[in-house]
């Protein structure tokens, strides 16, 4: 298992959560996605690392941009 943190800019409610959080669990390996649009932290636990650039594109799609903790 692997874990990463990131911060991710722009979120104000749930909403906002469960758009991250769809995009981010598409990713191949996604075991959990854990986002809190309160503190800007997103949490990804995967069964293997997973790249950076993937996780950050994935949010992206959902609206949002995030960077590596």
Do not use: F, P, W
């Not at 800019?9 to 669990?25: F, L």
Request: proline share 0%.
């Amino acid at each position: 298992m692997a874990q990463a943190e990131y911060n991710v800019t722009g979120m104000s409610c749930g909403h906002c959560e469960a758009s991250v959080r769809a995009e981010v669990s598409k990713l191949a390996g996604v075991e959990d996605v854990r986002v809190s649009a309160a503190s800007g932290v997103l949490t990804v636990i995967s069964s293997a690392e997973l790249a950076d650039d993937a996780v950050i594109a994935a949010v992206d799609e959902a609206g949002y941009a995030a960077t590596r903790v």
